[in-house]
């Protein structure tokens, strides 16, 4: 697989539940972050893990880092109907902020 | 809060035509992005520059393209020659500093229609 899969490619669910987003990447990496990319518009930044961190909050975000699995998750607590997005990982190693975008995950928030 | 500007949202051109996207930049900013993102794929890195000079390039920034930052604020990329695979949602970004554990801030993007 290429650098920056995630899994799943789709995923719909219901107001109020949570939802996980899972990374892998290939190679070593100074960070991993993740973006939201609303239907055509920019991207987002939501939140940067670096490689020596293990987990990270920001509001409902949790976001962990296992450097030894090369893998990264994205959990959305109490999900809302505005949190219907694609979100995308991005690593960046080696050379100073060049990003590696992954394949994305288009979340679906229904009421 | 300070934000990437990126026009025009929307460019239509023919093949063969040179276009040029326009980006402004955050203003205290150092250093500046070209991404790409044909439809339905992941988003790609183009370039980066800093100190009027491009720090890196990917395979896919060839010599149809080109940046320059014509000015204090703005930061173009161009290309000279648009094929019709040229066609792809352009993201602008910039950051601070381009050392490690720095976040790029995103344009909205210039839509590039080939036809």
């Known amino acids: 697989s290429q650098q920056g899969e995630e899994d799943p490619q789709a995923l719909s669910i219901q107001e109020g539940e949570n939802a996980t987003m899972n990374c892998s990447y290939k190679?070593?990496?100074?960070?991993l972050q993740w973006y939201r990319q609303n239907s055509g518009r920019g991207l987002v930044h939501l939140i940067l893990i670096r490689s020596n961190e293990r987990e990270k909050h920001s509001g409902r975000l949790r976001v962990t880092l296992d450097t030894s699995k090369k893998s990264s998750s994205l959990l959305i607590t109490a999900s809302r109907a505005a949190d219907t997005a694609s979100y995308f990982c991005a690593t960046e190693g080696g050379t100073a902020s060049k990003l590696t975008f992954g394949t994305g995950t288009r979340l679906q928030v229904t009421l | 809060e300070p934000e990437v500007t990126q026009t025009p949202s929307h460019q239509v051109t023919q093949m063969g035509q040179e276009v040029i996207l326009r980006c402004v930049p955050i203003?205290?900013?150092?250093?500046f992005y070209w991404y790409r993102q044909i439809l339905g794929q992941k988003v790609e890195f183009l370039v980066s520059f800093y100190n009027n000079e491009i720090s890196e390039k990917s395979e896919i920034f060839d010599d149809q393209f080109s940046v320059e930052r014509p000015d204090g604020s703005n930061f173009t990329l161009k290309i000279r020659s648009t094929k019709l695979e040229d066609s792809a949602m352009y993201f602008c970004a910039s950051s601070v500093i381009g050392s490690m554990n720095t976040e790029a801030f995103f344009g909205q993007g210039t839509r590039l229609t080939v036809v």
């Open positions: 203003s205290n900013h150092l250093y």
């Open positions: 190679t070593s990496i100074n960070n």
